[in-house]
């Protein structure tokens, strides 16, 4: 199992009979997430996304949007020591915990589950409840609820948006390799869009993904494939040690559509 599907330690479904009387803090920690070195992104969220994070795509069938959190394997760098989030942009996945909703076997049915095991669920009165004095859902269980719905929606957008991109043999292997000080890290194991096949597609279809903003979610994960170096100089940042001039220390770094090189650089693999 991966970490992704690990931050959720102890799932159980939302119910009156085991949870009348609890309460949920949220926002207290990001421990959770601090070795997440990728999340899972929408295609909703690639306008708020792409300023802060590289999105790549799994090697998955389909392939499926990825927002890039470190450089090397259980590395997050947007969780600080303090446990708190210090990106400018943080994914709906990310969002919606310590709240998922689990499918039945028959696939049909949501649920909608909390992780119980999740330090700000509490019998206390600590943050907000999930039902009133009268067993009735909250307004905060409420929203909740519209939260986790609208996200299998965008899931099942951004899914059909991929196969569409797949169907199209738009994607290939993608490496990245990032100076950081004096090492150089190469990430591999995810795939980018190629924008050699995209200029191949007819004018049909250009004009098809155009009408639905595909062009647009296309080009926002292109251009975010150059934060890269922005990884690393969070890296950098975060260091001890005397301040250094900015200017003199940034990280250089190169992506490119190809297969993994060979080589002895550290390579980190995106989970």
Request: hydrophobic share 40%; proline share 6%.
């Amino acid at each position: 199992m991966t970490k992704q599907l690990m931050i959720y330690e102890s799932v159980v479904p939302i119910s009156i009979a085991r949870h009348k009387d609890t309460s949920v803090k949220t926002g207290l920690t990001f421990e959770f997430a601090e070795d997440l070195n990728a999340v899972p992104l929408l295609a909703s969220e690639f306008a708020a996304a792409s300023g802060t994070f590289p999105i790549v795509f799994t090697s998955a069938d389909p392939p499926m949007p990825l927002a890039v959190l470190g450089l090397r394997d259980q590395q997050n760098l947007f969780v600080d020591e303090d446990k708190s989030w210090s990106g400018r942009y943080t994914p709906n996945f990310l969002r919606q915990y310590p709240f998922v909703f689990a499918k039945s076997n028959d696939g049909e049915r949501l649920t909608l589950c909390i992780d119980d095991a999740y330090e700000g669920v509490n019998a206390e009165g600590r943050g907000e409840r999930l039902f009133d004095s009268e067993g009735e859902r909250t307004q905060y269980l409420r929203n909740i609820l519209e939260f986790a719905q609208a996200y299998q929606q965008d899931f099942a957008v951004t899914e059909a948006f991929c196969k569409r991109l797949a169907e199209h043999k738009l994607f290939d292997p993608m490496q990245a390799q990032v100076l950081v000080g004096t090492e150089m890290v190469t990430l591999q194991g995810f795939m980018a869009v190629s924008k050699d096949k995209l200029k191949q597609l007819d004018d049909e279809e250009v004009l098809s993904l155009f009408r639905i903003d595909g062009l647009e979610l296309i080009y926002r994960h292109i251009a975010s494939l150059g934060l890269f170096p922005s990884l690393a100089d969070r890296i950098s940042q975060n260091a001890p040690g005397p301040a250094k001039d900015d200017s003199a220390g940034k990280s250089e770094s190169a992506a490119s559509a190809s297969e993994p090189a060979d080589g002895p650089d550290d390579k980190a693999p995106l989970h």
